[in-house]
DNA sequence: GGTCGCTTGTGAAAGGCTTCACAAGGCCAA
DNA sequence: TTGGCCTTGTGAAGCCTTTCACAAGCGACC
């Protein structure tokens, strides 16, 4: 599928590549057949050229004169986002963010399954939710490693995010995705993410004070 | 306080700003005095160099042998993201998105006031749910200009996500933070930023198929 | 006061990502 | 078959961001 398995994929491809799938989905349910560079470009948001360069890092999947068929195109970018199976969640942190997300049904449709949730409230333990049991936080690594659990989701307070990391990484989880707001140490065979949301306000407070002084994207 | 008002300034130097002032936030916390770049960049996961070039774009905040002074460069840095005072933001769509949102203590301490929350569902208008008012969905443009509201974020299923973008905008909103995944068309003097869990858990599933072969940030 | 060690601020170099521009290929209609 | 139109795939150019490397400045201690 990819001509050279050994080019490095940057972080930004990856998300439009994540983006193009979302749309292309879109797409299918439409019932389209067809999609150009461009019509797929003004759909996500970036440039024809742009999507073309993305595709053509691991192959060539269009039809000169013709676009992309789309539910080849989808098959592909599944393929090599790694979708073509289903990934086991952990969600550790079952407060408001973590409730949120254990009934947020976008995650399952796109192959996300949260298999265990955690949390240091006994109260809460013992508790199915959304279909999820809830566990103790002491069983994190032993409830991970006997699901195979890859993924995991930390919603605590900022001052456990550390030691969970800590504790995911230990029990065999090869990525995670942060919503602690704080920046969280893993060794390099891990992977982390963080959304942060007042972060990303931050952010457009600072395009509303200086005047959109930001580059746009086009 | 900017030496040329007028360079573009990157969304990843924009986004690194607040990292490194939740960082300074945390040592402020601590009791911390003096920061050197060197720990800063610990601290936020980049290098000293990109933390003094980042700085460096808005003008001298630091003392050569000693550092920064922590209170200090936290006071410039707000200034910076224009986090010198508060901001309405309006919350349309509560669902179990909108609803941990609003629960979320993170986004008032951090400067972000819910002001006001909307919903399509008849039964949820009227209800006042952590202290914020819930309007039915359409008084939003009414809302929102009464209560002059400037930053909005869309919590709302997909496929109102366009439309409530489009009133937000023409009520009068100039940024928006959007959790719908969808790609979202606005004005050119209106920002938008989108949020997808779903999406970053595809990224992280491209790294653990790909085997890492992303360019790590050092 | 002088020296030593440490840190900033910054031009310059390096590296990476995006945009450009065009040859090659496909489709259709005449 | 030919011509016209459209779209992909891609080297090359351009632009932007990050990293490097070092002069200049500061503080502490002798």
């Known amino acids: 599928m990819s001509p050279s398995g050994q080019r490095r994929i940057s ?36 440039t024809p050229a742009q999507v073309r360069k993305d595709l053509s890092l691991f192959g060539s999947f269009g039809k000169r004169g013709r676009g992309y068929t789309v539910d080849e195109l989808r098959r592909t970018l599944e393929g090599i986002l790694g979708l073509g199976r ?30 265990a949730a955690f949390d240091s409230d006994p109260a809460k333990t013992g508790q199915v939710v959304s279909g999820v049991r809830l566990y103790s936080a002491e069983r994190l690594t032993e409830v991970v490693r006997m699901q195979h659990i890859e ?3 930390i919603a605590t307070p900022p001052e456990s995010a550390q030691a969970v990391a800590d504790e995911l990484a230990g029990a ?6 942060n919503f602690a707001p704080v920046e969280i140490d893993v060794p390099d065979n891990v992977t982390v993410r963080t959304m942060d949301v007042a972060l990303e306000l931050e952010g457009l407070s600072f395009v509303l004070t200086s005047g959109d002084r930001m580059p746009s994207r086009k």
Chains 1, 2 share one sequence.
């Open 151 to 153: 993924l995991g989701i």
């Open 86 to 115: 289903r990934w086991r969640v952990a969600l550790v942190g079952v407060g408001k963010i973590g409730s949120a997300l254990l009934g947020y049904q976008d995650l399952a449709r796109r192959g996300f399954d949260i298999a």
């Open 172 to 177: 065999g989880v090869g990525a995670i995705l």
């Open 11 to 46: 972080e930004s491809t990856v998300r439009r590549l994540s983006v193009y799938l979302r749309f292309l989905r879109e797409l299918t349910r439409q019932g389209r057949e067809l999609v150009s560079s461009r019509q797929l470009a003004r759909g996500c948001g970036t």
